[in-house]
Every structure is written in structure tokens, then in C-alpha cells.
């Protein structure tokens, strides 16, 4: 299994982004997904994630701006980030959960004016 990150960028304060992850080799509809993200000098966090039948779970630093989605024909899952701040600065990476957890090569995301 690979996992691909894209979509991060450079936005203004209260900009919105979204972030793809494209997951390869097995039966993604079964797979348990996450966003993460790890700013300069933290440890990493859990951002939001997503179960085989869409359930959802976000940070509270997170909820009513963010959204978590999967697309289980294209094997991929979005990660919508309206009215970004300047604390949701960092590399994002996306995984999946598994007896061996598979990560993502991570997608710097900005947030600055």
C-alpha cells in the first residue's frame, strides 16, 4: 500500500484548501483513514478521521472548519479546510489505520498574509 498527499499551499488567513490523499494496492473501502499534522517543534496530531462506513471524528481545533470525506471509487480521501488560521500552519499527512499503520509522505500547508 503507498499513500499519496497533495493540495497543500500557501493561503491567506481564512482561505480554504483541500487536501487529497490517493491510496494504492488493496481494498480501500475497507481501510480506517486520518488526516495528521505536525507543526515546527510539536509532535504530531490527529486532525480528523474517517471509517470504512464514513463515520468521522476531528480535533476540536478543527471542528466546523474542516471536513473529512472519502471517495472509495477513486480510493482517495479529501480533507476540506475552510477559514484556515495561522495555527493550522504545518506538514499534513494522511494514514491508514492497519495491524501496520501506513503514512503518507506528508503536504506542507501555510497559512499566512
Known amino acids: 500500500v503507498q499513500l499519496q498527499a497533495s493540495g497543500g499551499g500557501l493561503v491567506e488567513p481564512g482561505g480554504s484548501l483541500r487536501l487529497s490523499c490517493a491510496a494504492s494496492g488493496r481494498l480501500f473501502r475497507f481501510d480506517s483513514m486520518a488526516w495528521y499534522r505536525q507543526a515546527p517543534g510539536k509532535q504530531r496530531e490527529l486532525v480528523a478521521s474517517i471509517s470504512p462506513v464514513a463515520s468521522t471524528v476531528y480535533a476540536d481545533s478543527v471542528k466546523g472548519r474542516f471536513t473529512i470525506s472519502r471517495d472509495n471509487a477513486k480510493n482517495t480521501i479529501h480533507l476540506q479546510m475552510n477559514s484556515l488560521k495561522a495555527e493550522d500552519t504545518a506538514v499534513y499527512y494522511c494514514?491508514?489505520?492497519?495491524?501496520?499503520?501506513?503514512w503518507g509522505q506528508g503536504t506542507q500547508v501555510t497559512v499566512s498574509s
Open positions: 494514514k491508514r489505520f492497519g495491524v501496520v499503520d501506513i
